[in-house]
Each structure stands twice: as C-alpha cells, then as structure tokens.
T-cell receptor, first 112, second 113 residues
Framework: GENVEQHPSTLSVQEGDSAVIKCTYS??????FPWYKQELGKRPQLIID?????GEKKDQRIAVTLNKTAKHFSLHITETQPEDSAVYFC???????????FGKGTKLTVNP | NAGVTQTPKFQVLKTGQSMTLQCAQD?????MSWYRQDPGMGLRLIHY???????DQGEVPNGYNVSRSTTEDFPLRLLSAAPSQTSVYFC????????????FGPGTRLLVL
C-alpha cells in the first residue's frame, strides 16, 4: 500500500521567512496530494491540494510543487506570519483507492 | 449546514468497556471515514465507507467496528476498550467521484484507563 514520509518533523522560522515542508510517496499510481493544517486543539483543514497532471499550484502565500518522477511533493509558505504556526500534514491518494494516507506531520513555529 | 459533527467530545472508559462514537454529516457526502490521531503518528485510517451499506478496513482496523445504514451517519464501535485505544478520533467526509476535499469533524478525545 501507499506510504508517505514527511520531513522535517519540526520547523522553526522567523516571521517573514519562507518555510518548506517535503513529502515523498511510494505508490506511483497516487494522483491526488492534499495538504492539511491543524491548529492546536482543532480539526485538520485543507489548505491546498494538487493533482498529478499539474506540476505546481499557488494560492496567495502558499504553493505546492509535485515531482512525479521522483515521487515527492512540497509545501512552500512565503512571508510567514505567527498565525501560520500549526501542524501541517501531507497526504496521498491513489486513483484506484478511496484511501487517503497521511504523513506524520510537521510542527511549524513562526517566531515574531 | 452543520458539516461533520461528532459526539461525545470527550470520553473516559475503563478497560473492557464498549462504546460507540457518533459521526454525522449533512452534506450528502457518499464517502466517510474514521481516523485516529496519536502524538507523532499523524492521522491513521481505521475504517471507511463509500456509501450506505458499504464499509472497508483502513490501516488500523483491529478492535473497531463500523456500519453505514444511512448516508448521514457513520458510527464507530469499540468492542472492548484497551489503553492502546487512547487517542483523538476524527470522522471525515467528502463527496464521491474521485479524491477531493475531506471535511473533518471536531474530534472525540478518548481516554481508556
């Protein structure tokens, strides 16, 4: 089955800096890659997603890139703000399966 | 729309007790799933359903049962609670027709003594 590895497990940046979180997946049939943000004590919420027919997607300060050949995808947050502090999860889903497999998460801390 | 709702918010059980975690959604979503979240382990899929009457196992199904008699409800049953089932449980739903946005419930925090 699918296996998703996420790095780093913790990331600390200064306000205004960029943050990058990377994930690799094992199933070459995977075709959907969402990113979820979870604030302390809250539920995970989708912030951006990308499908395998697209190499990059941007939404204001966040972007996701996908390299199908290398089977990895990354989340980029620019001009970080304290409210970006949260745990971020990547996930992958195969087109032949309804299952979404999550990475173990990255705790991002943005220091003012 | 209330979205995805879960009850209870918090529950304490003794080892060996059984209970049902409730999940309901009012978005007419065909796909529903249960995850457990443990520190450092991310979200792990327990069971999922692609429609009423259809369920399947996820990564960590042992010790849990599910059923889906209606589109709206997807209860998770703990048959005989164990301390290893202490966790935060999230229910999620999405529409059918391929992968897309999953909407999570607020979670149930379960402590098994």
């Amino acid at each position: 089955g699918e296996n998703v590895e996420q790095h780093p497990s913790t990331l600390s940046v200064q306000e205004g800096d960029s943050a990058v979180i990377k994930c690799t997946y094992s199933d070459s049939a995977s075709n959907y890659f969402p990113w979820y943000k979870q604030e302390l004590g809250k539920r995970p919420q989708l912030i951006i997603d990308i499908r395998s027919n697209v190499g990059e997607k941007k939404d204001q300060r966040i972007a996701v890139t996908l390299n199908k050949t290398a089977k990895h995808f990354s989340l980029h947050i620019t001009e970080t703000q304290p409210e970006d502090s949260a745990v971020y999860f990547c996930a992958a889903s195969s087109g032949g399966s309804e299952k979404l497999v999550f990475g173990k998460g990255t705790k991002l801390t943005v220091n003012p | 729309n209330a979205g995805v709702t879960q009850t209870p918010k918090f529950q304490v059980l003794k080892t060996g007790q059984s209970m049902t975690l409730q999940c309901a959604q009012d978005m007419n979503h065909e796909y529903m799933s249960w995850y457990r979240q443990d520190p450092g382990m991310g979200l792990r899929l327990i069971h999922y359903s692609v429609g009423a009457g259809i369920t399947d196992q996820g990564e960590v199904p042992n010790g849990y049962n599910v059923s889906r008699s209606t589109t709206e409800d997807f209860p998770l049953r703990l048959l005989s609670a164990a301390p290893s089932q202490t966790s935060v449980y999230f229910c999620a739903s999405r529409s059918a027709g391929g992968p897309g946005t999953q909407y999570f419930g607020p979670g149930t925090r379960l402590l098994v003594l």
